[in-house]
């Protein structure tokens, strides 16, 4: 038997009590009834909390809308929501409230699509960070074209104590646009005496074919060596040549600068030594001491530094440049292009204020043909330029305001400066 049910709450007045009805509530019997759509309860409702329920179609409603009065003394309205359904859903009135569920669940195909496409945007940001160091690199070749290169491309060094072949496959040496394999063969002999193992010879060997030896029954300087360096030199034309470098621990054992003769036979030519060889197209001069060289390229020649003694400005570094011609290489200048020397104790080369140790004539021009002036003993000189002329070395002095040339002695004679070093008593010549 149904029965109608009122709620009432108190509104606080100034004066008087005001009784406010809420909603009649339609209350069936909890065995059979199912509970109307809670949108229709709520759109009837005078605070969206009141309506009409059918007795067959909805749910018994345990406190419909529950008022709970604050502890200040004012009422608030709070719905309770026991039951709320979707409509059309019968109630199961063994449970107070329903489960609640996962109100958005996650549909598999969806999981599976986010990371397919997280997957595809991996691919994309690689691609992009590959296609841009592409390229990069691609950029920085075309900007190094034309360009003169420097590249050690083998070393070899005895320190190891071991006489393994050492190669390299990385290298294009004989400039037909294939790499090619380039390898340092040493030999080595052992002192009975000291217990020593020495170089013997080192083949430089270039696609299986011997392109150069060295020898040390040739050159004893070799035995001195402790390390054997091969350098690959490009100019900014193309040409191509090669630099080995015997190295000592006091410093350079013999260098050379090398071309290629053909790519068939990769036969190496000597081009500039440091030692006299006859097939070179330059050595250095007579007058250069003790001569060791280091090459360079240049844009489009090499440049060529020698360290030497001579009795004019002791240890002394001159650079020379040397361009193309043909196949091999020339001088282009006789006048070095950076000469400096060291003082005594110096620690470095450069171009110090130097006393006359004697009487030096000075000629107007490196010819040394014309008489300009005589600097006398003690004379405060700079010494400004060198220059070869024929077997002879020339240096470029300032004298006060006096200018001029003056020849480099020849060993065994006086030194020209006080401050100059000289390492040999010139009792050796070569």
């Not at 038997?1 to 406010?20: G, P, T, W």
């Not at 009409?52 to 309205?77: I, N, R, T, W, Y």
């Amino acid at each position: 038997m149904a029965e109608d049910r009122y709620r009432y709450i108190d509104v606080d007045s100034s004066d008087d009590e005001e009784i406010i009805v809420i909603s009649a509530d339609t209350v069936a019997s909890r065995d059979d009834a199912v509970r109307r759509s809670g949108d229709d309860f709520l759109s009837h409702s005078a605070f969206g909390a009141s309506g009409s329920m059918d007795q067959g179609d909805s749910c018994p409603l345990d406190s419909g809308v529950d008022f709970a009065p604050k502890e200040d003394g004012h009422s608030e309205g709070v719905m309770a929501d026991h039951g709320a359904s979707t409509a059309g859903v019968p109630c199961d009135s063994s449970q107070d409230e329903p489960e609640q569920g996962n109100l958005n669940p996650e549909v598999p195909f969806l999981s599976m699509q986010r990371i397919i496409l997280a997957a595809l945007a991996l691919l994309v940001v690689a691609f992009m960070v590959y296609f841009l160091a592409g390229c990069a690199s691609s950029s920085q070749e075309e900007s190094s074209s034309g360009r003169a290169t420097n590249k050690t491309i083998l070393q070899y060094d005895l320190s190891s104590d071991k006489s393994s072949t050492v190669k390299s496959r990385a290298y294009d040496v004989t400039g037909d646009g294939e790499v090619d394999t380039v390898a340092l063969k040493p030999r080595l002999s052992s002192s009975a005496s000291a217990n020593v193992r020495t170089l013997s010879s080192i083949e430089l060997v270039i696609n299986k074919k011997t392109s150069l030896t060295i020898s040390a029954s040739e050159f004893s300087e070799l035995r001195e060596a402790e390390s054997v360096g091969v350098k690959l030199m490009t100019l900014s034309d193309g040409k191509q040549f090669l630099f080995v470098s015997c190295d000592s621990e006091d410093g350079q054992a013999l260098a050379g600068v090398y071309r290629l003769k053909d790519v068939k036979s990769c036969r190496a030519v000597p081009v500039i030594t440091s030692h006299p060889c006859q097939q070179a197209s330059w050595t250095p001069i007579r007058q250069m001491k003790d001569a060791s060289l280091y090459a360079q390229a240049v844009e489009n020649r090499v440049a060529v530094t020698i360290d030497f003694v001579c009795y004019a400005t002791g240890l002394t570094e001159a650079t020379f440049d040397f361009g193309c011609v043909g196949d091999g290489l020339e001088i282009s200048n006789p006048e070095a292009s950076n000469f400096g020397f060291k003082a005594t104790n110096a620690l470095r080369y450069d171009r110090p204020p130097v006393h006359a140790s004697r009487s030096i004539t000075v000629y107007q021009e490196s010819s040394l043909s014309t008489f300009a002036f005589t600097a006398n003993r003690g004379d405060v000189c700079n010494i400004d330029s060198l220059t070869i002329e024929g077997d002879r070395l020339a240096f470029k002095m300032t004298d006060g305001d006096k200018v001029g040339w003056f020849g480099s002695p020849d060993y065994g004679y006086q030194t020209c400066f006080d401050e100059t070093s000289m390492t040999d008593d010139g009792s050796k010549d070569v």
